[in-house]
């Protein structure tokens, strides 16, 4: 396998002076294309900060971070957001979608905003990503009338609609109950064997990071297993 | 960017009832934009048309042609020439001059006269009159005598005099009768009374008697040329303009109408001036309606905002986003304004029919088409501080809290 995207030695500090805190304290990580990782650690470890970083939506105080062989430290705010666009998908626990827009619409989205409008074949796509995620009945609701687990199916759609290679998931399952935990855990593994996309999934539930096939421990600002 | 317009619009429709309260407040500015405008126009227009409506835009009068003082360099005076009985002063070459002047573009009429003054007797009654001869057809070119007649009629053929209600009434003269006119170069001929007219002006009313010209040639003796020519333009406030061609075009001294009016120039200035204050803070108001409406929506959307950056769009996105919000909202409360002002105009009697009393506001004034520009460009401005405040978001922060 090659390597999908390298960190080393990041430090993260929050604040300055008294209040600083230094949450990241020279972590380095390697994920290789096609691996299904779930981020673990207690809470405050600073899994939520590191897919942050890695999702280039923040700069570490200090270390490197190269995937797809770019300089993700370097690159300035345009670069990382057509590189983000491109490559990079995301599913939060919460505010996760557009709240005035319909299912398709939020998952067409990442195609749309590059594209500048919303063709017929990105809605085409979004159907299909939907029908995968068992919301063929709900592809155009209003996302406000949609249940917890519903909406982090959308989600998860939108975040493979540009077919980026990796895919980053801040407690996707957080508020779940087990059922609907479980299904979206269940697209998510099937995503990744058929089409090879890369996951990094933070959860506290030991059920959920047991489906996936790499565990990665974070505590006291480094990997620790 | 139409997918910026499409989420604007979202944005827009999704919260109709705070959308339309806006696009309404941005309306009721508009509204006193256009009302203002109306207002200012057309009062401007009405005091205009009360106090130059009946005058002559561009006046030529004959130069006096020899000094009448004789001024030594010390400033002494030497010489008093009093004007000779004959020497009236003449505009000899009338009969060239009309039709160049009537060819210049604006010049709506142009009445050639000889005035004078003169004694009106009528049995033992007697009364000081100013006489203007004008040509016969041209009667009503400035002062709009056959809107003004209250009795007989306005043709002015030879023998003929029309004078004033309170001249008529002074003299219990009634239409038919024959009236001896004298004028001060002594002449003195017989004339019928074809007319009387009423124009609510007193010194107009009381003293001004209208007879053809060639009856005030034989009262003045004057055979040939005129004393005077008024001109009549299609708008007055390009008399100055005109007035600046005519002379280079006849060397005459063409003299408009505001000169020696400063005193009105200058009232409908500060009229103007209230205008366009009470217009900027109307559009001000919009501004700031806009801009804190849009502030408001911004912090309200902040975790979209971020998870929109997160998903790829740029800061320019973004931007585009809010500010296509502020120009819809211009836009729809400018012509929703522009409509509201112009139904609300509509009952106001028009511009040629103002009456004392009522407001004379102008339908033709509103400057819709402006009010709504403004407001576009307003809101546009209004929105380009809340939409940097959104490219501003930090997509960790808004989606984090
Ligand atoms: N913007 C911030 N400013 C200051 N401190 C922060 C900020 N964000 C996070 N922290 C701190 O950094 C530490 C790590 O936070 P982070 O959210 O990465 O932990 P986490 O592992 O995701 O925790 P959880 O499992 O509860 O989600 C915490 O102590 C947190 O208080
Ligand atoms: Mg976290």
């Known amino acids: ?225 | 960017m139409l997918y910026a317009l499409k989420i604007a619009t979202r944005y827009l429709t999704a919260n109709k009832a705070q959308t339309a309260l806006l696009v309404t407040g941005v309306a009721v500015g508009v509204f006193i934009f256009i009302f203002m405008s109306a207002l200012i126009g057309g009062l401007a227009e009405f005091i205009l048309s009360r106090t130059v409506g009946d005058l002559s835009h561009i006046t030529i009068e004959a130069e006096t042609d020899d000094p009448s003082l004789l001024i030594s360099p010390e400033g002494h005076v030497l010489v008093v020439a009093e004007r000779g009985r004959m020497r009236t002063a003449t505009l000899s070459e009338a009969a060239t001059w009309l039709p160049l002047i009537e060819a210049v573009p604006g010049v709506r009429a142009v009445s050639p006269q000889i005035t004078g003054a003169g004694f009106l007797t009528r049995g033992a009654q007697t009364a000081q009159v100013s006489v203007t001869g004008v040509e016969p057809g041209r009667e009503s070119a400035i002062l709009d005598l056959a809107g003004y007649m209250v009795e007989g009629d306005v043709r002015l053929g030879s023998g003929l005099i029309v004078v004033g209600r309170d001249l008529a009434d002074d003299l219990a003269l009634s239409i038919g009768q024959t009236l001896r006119l004298e004028s001060s170069d002594g002449v003195a001929a017989a004339l019928t009374l074809g007319g009387i007219f009423k124009t609510g002006n007193g010194a107009i009313d009381g003293a001004r008697t209208f007879v053809s010209l060639s009856t005030a040639r034989t009262l003045f003796t004057m055979p040939q040329g005129v004393t005077r020519i008024e001109i009549k333009l299609g708008d007055l406030n390009a008399a100055d303009a005109t007035a600046v061609r005519i002379r280079a075009l006849t060397g005459l001294d063409a003299v408009p109408w505001t000169d020696g009016a400063e005193q009105l120039m200058e009232a409908l200035d500060a009229q103007a001036q209230t205008g366009y204050f009470l217009k900027t803070f109307a559009l001000i108001t919009i501004v700031i309606g806009v801009a804190s409406a849009l502030l408001l929506s911004t912090y309200r959307r902040r975790p979209e905002i971020g998870i929109m950056r997160a998903m790829g769009a740029g800061r320019g996105f973004v931007v585009f986003v809010f500010v296509t919000q502020g120009a819809l909202i211009g836009l729809l409360g400018g012509i929703m304004g522009a409509v509201l002002g112009y139904l609300a105009l509509l009952p106001f009697p028009s511009r040629d029919a103002f009456e004392a009393g009522t407001l004379p506001m102008d339908i033709t004034q509103g400057s819709y088409g402006l009010a709504i520009t403004l407001t576009v460009i307003g809101a546009i401005l209004a929105s380009i501080l809340p939409a940097r405040a959104a490219a501003r978001v930090d997509p960790v922060t808004a989606i984090g809290q």
């Open chain 1, 1 to 225: 396998m090659t390597a999908l995207l390298e960190v080393s030695d990041l430090i993260k500090t929050y604040g300055t002076g008294e209040a600083a805190t230094r949450v990241l304290r020279g972590l380095s990580l390697r994920l290789e294309a096609g691996e299904m990782a779930a981020l673990l650690g207690p809470s405050g470890s600073g899994k939520s900060t590191l897919l942050t970083i890695l999702g280039t939506l923040m700069k570490p105080t200090s270390g490197s971070y190269v995937m797809l062989g770019q300089d993700m430290i370097a690159a300035d705010d345009r670069a990382l957001t057509g590189f983000r666009n491109a490559h990079i998908g995301f599913v939060f626990q919460f505010h996760n979608l557009l709240p005035d827009f319909t299912a398709l619409e939020n998952v067409v989205f990442p195609t749309a905003v590059r594209d500048g409008r919303e063709t017929p074949a990105a809605r085409a796509r979004g159907r299909d990503l939907l029908t995968r995620m068992g919301l063929a009945e709900r592809i155009d609701f209003p996302t406000a009338n949609l249940s917890g687990g519903q909406k982090q199916r959308v989600a998860v759609a939108r975040a493979l609609m540009n077919s980026p290679e990796l895919v980053l998931a801040d407690e996707p399952t957080g508020n779940l109950d087990r059922a609907s935990a479980m299904q979206v855990m269940d697209l998510i593994g099937q995503i990744n064997r058929e089409e090879g996309t890369t996951f990094m999934i933070s959860t506290h539930d030991e059920k959920i990071a047991a489906v996936c096939r790499r565990q990665i421990v974070v505590g006291d600002g480094v990997v620790t297993g």
